[in-house]
């Protein structure tokens, strides 16, 4: 079982900028492809981005690209999300999510922490 737990939310103003972390238990880890989902309320959850176990692929949704940047450090099984130039649309719960190599879903979900971008 893989536990991932996210911290870093909070409230800040459009332009600000905002750091998620998302710390896992296990030593599998390191194997697992990672990432960011996001939920505003009333709306779906959605793709933000996600990275390799190297780290060496990334990908982005179309909305976050050139703000956001996804990164790891597999020595402290931790995933980051830089969020940078933050908008009130990027408010959301933010969930951070794992997969193991192969699969084609993300069977690992943290608790979410909220963002929320004031105008």
């Known amino acids: 079982q893989v536990l991932l737990v996210e911290s870093g939310g909070g409230l800040v103003q459009a332009g600000g900028a905002l750091r998620l972390s998302c710390a896992a238990n296990g030593r599998t880890f390191v194997t697992y492809t990672m990432g960011w989902f996001r939920q505003a309320p009333g709306k779906e959850r959605e793709f933000v981005s996600s990275i390799n176990y190297s780290g060496s692929i990334v990908d982005y949704a179309d909305s976050v690209k050139g703000r956001f940047t996804i990164s790891r450090d597999n020595a402290k099984n931790t995933i980051y999300l830089q969020m940078n130039s933050l908008k009130p649309e990027d408010t959301a719960i933010y969930y951070c999510?794992?997969?193991?190599?192969?699969?084609?879903?993300?069977?690992?979900w943290g608790q979410g922490t909220q963002v929320t971008v004031s105008s």
């Open positions: 999510v794992g997969r193991r190599v192969g699969a084609t879903e993300y069977a690992y």
